[in-house]
């Protein structure tokens, strides 16, 4: 650590100058609209950032919908947290993760059907926050077909938030994203230590 850094006058300079930057940046962002989160990446925590997201919304008093699009073979926390709450519209259309289920054709029929429930909430304007767990997946391997998907995202209400996670994420999505977060891996339990998922933290 540099000598100066814990000094409290330079500290003072530089937190001046952030305020000054950052109140330079709010003031110029007026603009209320929804808007399209995509969270992708080979590392943990796009789902988490989802369902952060969702519980945020909750708190807010929003009406959120949540459609999973791969996992489904398994219980998970978010699923037993958020799928009774009053606010919640929850579908769970998965069937597992495609090494397991090794059926194309039943993969693609799940993953059109959620599809069909993902666009009546991206057509409702009722629904605040809508996360599309997993979206990134099906549409890398083309269980969706990625028009319709980009048609029914860029046509919804004015106000509606969209959360996309997935690793893999298609250029033509993060094209039209406000938001696009990418999540690299640095160490993970699983990989580097033999660590299996645990409840609370990946179930």
């Known amino acids: 650590m540099r000598e100066d850094a814990k000094n409290p006058e330079r500290h003072k300079r530089r937190m001046e100058r952030k305020q000054k930057v ?59 947290f958020f799928r009774d709450h009053p606010n919640v519209t929850y579908h769970t259309m998965g069937e597992g993760y495609t090494w397991d289920t090794q059926d194309r054709e039943r993969d693609v029929q799940a993953a059109t059907a959620a599809w069909d429930k993902a666009a009546e909430m991206l057509s409702d304007p009722s629904f605040e926050l809508i996360l599309l767990d997993e979206l990134n997946i099906a549409l890398r391997y083309e269980y969706l077909d ?23 994420a298609k250029q033509e999505l993060i ?10 891996v640095v160490k993970h339990a699983f990989r580097d230590s033999g660590i299996r998922a645990q409840k609370g933290v990946e179930l």
Do not use: C, Y
């Not at 992708?40 to 789902?47: E, M, P």
């Not at 989802?50 to 926390?77: C, E, P, Y």
């Open 22 to 80: 950052m109140q330079e940046r709010m003031d110029n962002a007026q603009k209320d609209q929804g808007v399209l989160l995509v969270m992708t990446g080979n590392a943990k925590g796009k789902s988490s950032s989802g369902f952060g997201m969702v519980g945020r919304a909750l708190g807010h008093d929003m009406k959120v919908g949540v459609i999973q699009f791969i996992k489904g073979a398994f219980s998970t926390g978010e699923d037993k």
């Open 175 to 184: 094209d039209i994203a406000d938001t696009v977060t990418e999540m690299q």
């Open 146 to 168: 990625l028009d319709r998907v980009l048609d029914d995202l860029m046509n919804r209400p004015e106000m509606q938030h969209v959360v996309a996670t997935g690793r893999n």
